[in-house]
């Protein structure tokens, strides 16, 4: 089964004082993903990566974001997720 995928990257403020070998093994990481057919996406200077992630999700993939709202809605009343 083939199904598309995004790797993302959230940039931070400390990323800048990384040693270059680890900036270079995260530079690695996304060129891998690109070359197994992932739409890498890097999203910079980022304070909060949990809300820059839930940003990127609800404004990329509407539908995921709604169906997060039905998650939401259903854990609190207890059920399980459609």
Known sequence: MR???????????TEEHLKD????????????AERLGAEVVVLPGALDVAAEL??????????????GSRASAASAAGSPAP
């Open 54 to 67: 839930l940003n990127y999700a609800r404004s990329a993939m509407p539908a995921a974001s709604s169906w």
């Open 3 to 13: 199904s598309s995928w995004i790797a993302v990257h959230v940039q931070t403020a």
């Open 21 to 32: 070998d680890a900036k270079d093994r995260i530079q690695e990481t996304l060129s891998l």
